[in-house]
Nanobody, 123 residues
Framework: VQLQASGGGLVQAGGSLSLSCAASGGTFSNYATAWFRQGLGQEREFVAGINWNGGYTYYADSVKGRFTISRDNAKNTEYLQMNKLKPEDTDVYYC?????????????????WGQGTQVTVSS
C-alpha cells in the first residue's frame, strides 16, 4: 500500500493545521493507522493512532487535547487535525499503517509509511 501525506505548512503558535494521508494500492481499512513525527537527528515519535474502524483513538501526552486523529475508510484516508499548535510541534509528520493487527505506538510496528510533510510553528 502507498501512503501520500499532505497538508503541512507554516503557522503561528496557537494556530491550526490539518494533515491528510491518502492510501492507494492495497488494504487500508483493516488495519490501525497512526501519525508519527521526527525532528532532525531525532527518533521518530508517536503522535496519534486510530484503530481500523475509527472507534478507538490514542494520543501522545504532548498532543492530547490539541490534536484529533480520524479516518474515512470509504476514502482510504486518515486525518490529523492539529489545534493550539506550539513551536515544539515543529517536525516532519509521517502517516503510517500497521503491518499486523492490534494497536501500536512503536514505529517498528508500522511497515507502510508516507513520505512526510513538514509542519513549522513559529513563535
Amino acid at each position: 500500500v502507498q501512503l501520500q501525506a499532505s497538508g503541512g505548512g507554516l503557522v503561528q503558535a496557537g494556530g491550526s493545521l490539518s494533515l491528510s494521508c491518502a492510501a492507494s494500492g492495497g488494504t487500508f481499512s483493516n488495519y490501525a493507522t497512526a501519525w508519527f513525527r521526527q525532528g532532525l537527528g531525532q527518533e521518530r515519535e508517536f503522535v496519534a493512532g486510530i484503530n481500523w474502524n475509527g472507534g478507538y483513538t490514542y494520543y501522545a501526552d504532548s498532543v492530547k487535547g490539541r490534536f484529533t486523529i480520524s479516518r474515512d475508510n470509504a476514502k482510504n484516508t486518515e486525518y490529523l487535525q492539529m489545534n493550539k499548535l506550539k513551536p515544539e510541534d515543529t517536525d516532519v509528520y509521517y502517516c503510517a499503517r500497521q503491518t499486523g493487527y492490534g494497536l501500536g505506538i512503536l514505529s517498528r510496528q508500522y511497515g507502510y509509511w508516507g513520505q512526510g510533510t513538514q509542519v513549522t510553528v513559529s513563535s
